[in-house]
C-alpha cells in the first residue's frame, strides 16, 4: 500500500541553525500539507500547498518557514532560524483532494 | 478558530472491554475522520465519515456521523492490548478551499491485560 514517507525520522540542530525537513507524496496525490504537534499536544495544521503554491497556512507559519516540492516529487519545509519553540513532530500529509488526508511516519526536531 | 472537544482525556480498561470516545464541535463538520496514533508515530486514519448520520464500521471499530453535523463518536469492541494509542478525532475546516484538519485534543487509551 502506498504510503507517504518523511525524512530524516530525527533532527537535532543548535538554535538559530536551518533545517529542511523532506516528504515524499503519495504518487497520485495534489495537496499537500504540513502538521505540528509539539510533544504531549494535538496536532496543529502549518501549511498546505497545491499546484506549487501555498493554498492556505496557519499564524504559526510565519516568515521563518517555507515549503517547495523543488524536483517534483520531495516536499519540503525548511525551517530558516530555528528557535527552541520550534521543537516538535513535524508530519507531512498528502490527500488527491479528498477529505481523508494521510500522514507520514513524521520528523521529530529538537532545538538545542 | 474551530475547536474539536475530546472526550474522556485518557482511559484506563481491561483487555476485552468495550470503549466508546466522543468528539464535539461548536460548528458544523462535514467530514468527521478518526485517527489513531502510536507514540513516536504519524496519525493513521481508522475511519471517515462523509454524511449526517452515518455509521460505519472497520474490524471491530464502529464510527458514527451525529445528526446535528456537530458530534462523532467512536466505539472500539473486545480491546486488545494493541488498540492502545491516542485516537484523534479530526475535521476539516468548512472555510478555505485547502481543507486543513483541525484536530481534537486526544484520548489516550491504555488497556491493561
Known amino acids: 500500500e502506498p504510503e507517504v514517507t518523511q525524512t530524516p525520522s530525527h533532527q537535532v540542530t543548535q538554535m538559530g541553525q536551518e533545517v529542511i525537513l523532506r516528504c515524499v507524496p503519495i504518487?497520485?496525490?495534489?495537496?499537500f500539507y504540513w502538521y505540528r504537534q509539539i510533544l504531549g499536544q494535538k496536532v496543529e495544521f502549518l501549511v498546505s500547498?497545491?499546484?506549487?503554491?501555498?493554498?492556505?497556512k496557519s499564524e504559526i507559519f510565519d516568515d521563518q518557514f517555507s515549503v517547495e516540492r523543488p524536483d517534483g516529487s520531495n516536499f519540503t519545509l525548511k525551517i530558516r532560524s530555528t528557535k527552541l519553540e520550534d521543537s516538535a513532530m513535524y508530519f507531512c500529509?498528502?490527500?488527491?483532494?479528498?477529505?481523508?488526508?494521510?500522514f507520514g511516519p513524521g520528523t521529530r526536531l529538537l532545538v538545542l | 478558530g474551530q475547536q474539536l472537544n475530546q472526550s474522556p482525556q485518557s482511559m484506563f480498561i481491561q483487555e476485552g472491554e468495550d470503549v466508546s470516545m466522543n468528539c464535539t464541535s461548536s460548528?458544523?463538520?462535514?467530514?468527521w475522520l478518526w485517527y489513531k496514533q502510536d507514540p513516536g508515530e504519524g496519525p493513521v486514519l481508522l475511519i471517515a465519515?462523509?454524511?449526517?448520520?452515518e455509521l460505519t464500521s472497520n474490524g471491530r471499530l464502529t464510527a458514527q456521523f451525529g445528526i446535528t453535523r456537530k458530534d462523532s463518536f467512536l466505539n472500539i469492541s473486545a480491546s486488545i492490548p494493541s488498540d492502545v494509542g491516542i485516537y484523534f478525532c479530526?475535521?476539516?475546516?468548512?472555510?478555505?478551499?485547502?481543507?486543513?484538519?483541525?484536530f481534537g485534543s486526544g484520548t489516550q487509551l491504555t488497556v491493561l491485560p
Open positions: 500529509a498528502t490527500t488527491t483532494g479528498a477529505e481523508t488526508q494521510y
Open positions: 504518487s497520485n496525490h495534489l495537496y
Open positions: 500547498f497545491y499546484n506549487n503554491e501555498i493554498s492556505e
Open positions: 460548528s458544523i463538520f462535514n467530514t
Open positions: 465519515l462523509y454524511k449526517a448520520g
Open positions: 479530526a475535521g476539516p475546516a468548512p472555510s478555505g478551499s485547502a481543507r486543513q484538519l483541525t
